[in-house]
């Protein structure tokens, strides 16, 4: 039986079930993730787009399609709250922090990150024990 989070926006509209193992989970410092989101980092978990099901409120998810980045992001239309970002590789990027939301602010253990990446074009440092790879 594979684990399954559920995750819904701020409004409640949209309601998202994430299934299995996430194939990435960690902070990414990357430019295009600065670049599409306007946050300094990253904190993501990755996903294969059939690991994803929108379990509420799909007429109301809107999709924004970065003119330069291969990336877009899909968003509430009613609150706005972004459900999840998409990659070059189109995996279904969450961010930690609109789980934890949905978790009484605590992320799933089984959700941690395991690592920085693009950890060279970091905007600030970040103290911990996580591997940080270029
Ligand atoms: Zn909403
Ligand atoms: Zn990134």
New binding site residues.
């Given amino acids: 039986m594979s684990d399954r989070y559920s995750v819904s926006c701020d409004c409640g509209s949209v309601e998202m079930v994430l299934i299995g193992e996430p194939r990435v989970r960690g902070h990414?410092h990357?430019q295009?993730?600065r670049t599409l989101l306007d946050i300094p980092y990253?904190s993501v978990t990755a996903w294969n787009p059939d690991q994803v099901e929108i379990a509420r409120g799909h007429d109301l998810l809107s999709q924004f399609r970065h003119p330069r980045l291969s990336m877009k992001k899909v968003f509430c239309s009613n609150c706005g709250e972004v459900i999840y970002n998409t990659n070059a590789m189109d995996w279904r990027v969450v961010s930690q922090h609109l789980i934890a939301k949905n978790y009484g602010n605590t992320l799933p253990d089984t959700l941690r990150s395991m690592s920085h990446f693009?950890y060279a074009s970091r905007l600030i440092d970040v103290a911990d024990d996580l591997p940080k790879k270029p």
């Fill in positions: 990414c990357c295009d993730c990253h693009h």
